[in-house]
């Protein structure tokens, strides 16, 4: 989810936590006890720093080992190691447990996007990426702040953020229906259809698609259950080529190639370079593929520059890979 999002659900966390006696009766944990919520919300993005360095780093990283089994239970000793300092009066234990619960929500919540995380590391480094609410969900925030404005007029938080939560809960029930009941109408549509892919948008019925065949990939999109084929690409497997080995050994494409599991590739020639250029087909924006990776190669092939990222223009990404065309 996004950062605002996620600070919502870590007040009402805080809002909800006055239902424990031990926070409602003492005003130090009660503080602690928000604070530590507040923080276990935002504390696995902490990797959205890594962006200052680059974007190869940042989307091999984002969302990895900060949202890992490990870390879920490393924030909430270090958030609550710290309120003890402050709040010495506050019961620690149900700190914890609070925090703990604001950090896990963080996590859990992500899996629900199409970006997804790592999870589930060290058990495995797969990408968990269930594709059933969007990044930024407007029911969701909207609901959250209905309860923020409930409490603030007086409403007493623990059942107003019962509330909440039950709505929520029913909201998740019926978007991962309509999940399964789009990627059913994508099955009909395409019957040899091996992998699908579902990306939400903020419409609750329009959903983008990216379907893998055997032989070609279907980009395509769902609005009001009608689904709606907007490309089809031949699918070929990545050759055995001296070029494509020596772009591959780039950072840029190499992070690419680790986060994307559905892309088409592009090997050219032009001007004594080489251009590879690998597309991700899940993205689809007003008629282009805005998450690419891009090398260019000279005739030794020597990496002269590389790109990885969101462009939404031919001419901004030529900006930033510093090449001058005429």
């Known amino acids: 989810m996004d950062t605002g999002t996620h600070l919502v659900m870590g007040i009402a966390l805080g809002g909800l936590a006055t239902l424990d006696p031990l926070v409602a009766n003492s005003s130090y944990t009660a503080t602690a ?3 530590g919520t507040v923080l276990g919300s935002q504390a696995p993005d902490i990797d959205t720093v890594l962006k200052m360095r680059n974007n190869a780093v940042y989307i091999r990283n984002h969302r990895g080992i ?24 506050a019961n620690m234990l149900h700190t914890w447990i609070w ?3 604001a950090v896990f929500l963080h996590v859990f919540v992500d899996i629900f996007n199409a970006y997804g995380t790592q999870a589930i590391r060290p058990l495995s480094s797969r990408w968990v990426a269930l594709g059933i609410i969007n990044t930024f969900d407007p029911f969701i925030f909207g609901v959250h702040i209905a309860g923020l404005i409930l409490w603030a007029f007086g409403l007493p938080p623990g ?5 909440v ?7 998740y029930l019926a978007r991962i229906l309509e999940h399964r009941s789009i990627k059913a109408l994508v099955r009909e549509k395409i019957p040899d259809a091996r992998r699908i892919i579902l990306s939400p948008t903020m419409r609750y019925h329009k959903w983008k698609i990216a379907v893998t065949t055997g032989d070609k990939y279907y980009v395509a999109i769902a609005d ?5 084929i ?12 001296p070029v494509l080995d020596a772009a591959l050994k780039d950072v840029n494409l190499s992070a690419f190639v680790s986060f994307s599991p559905v892309y088409r590739w592009e090997i050219s020639y032009e001007q004594e370079m080489f251009t590879v250029r690998f597309i991700d087909l899940r993205y689809r924006s007003r008629g282009r593929y805005p998450f690419v990776a891009i090398v260019h190669l000279d005739d030794q092939l020597n990496i002269l520059n590389s790109f990885t990222g969101w462009v939404f223009t031919e001419e901004k990404l030529q900006k ?7």
Do not use: Q
Request: charge should be negative.
């Open 99 to 101: 925090t703990f619960l």
């Open 230 to 241: 907007l490309d089809t690409f031949e699918r070929h497997p990545l050759p055995d080529s």
């Open 165 to 171: 939560y039950i709505i929520l809960i029913g909201y």
């Open 320 to 326: 930033k890979l510093n090449v001058i065309t005429g």
């Open 33 to 35: 006890v928000m604070i």
């Open 224 to 228: 009001n259950r009608e689904i709606t």
């Open 66 to 89: 900060t949202h890992s089994i490990p870390f879920v239970l490393l924030w909430p000793i270090l958030i609550t190691a710290a309120a003890s300092f402050i709040f010495p009066e």
């Open 159 to 163: 059942p107003t953020f019962i509330m």
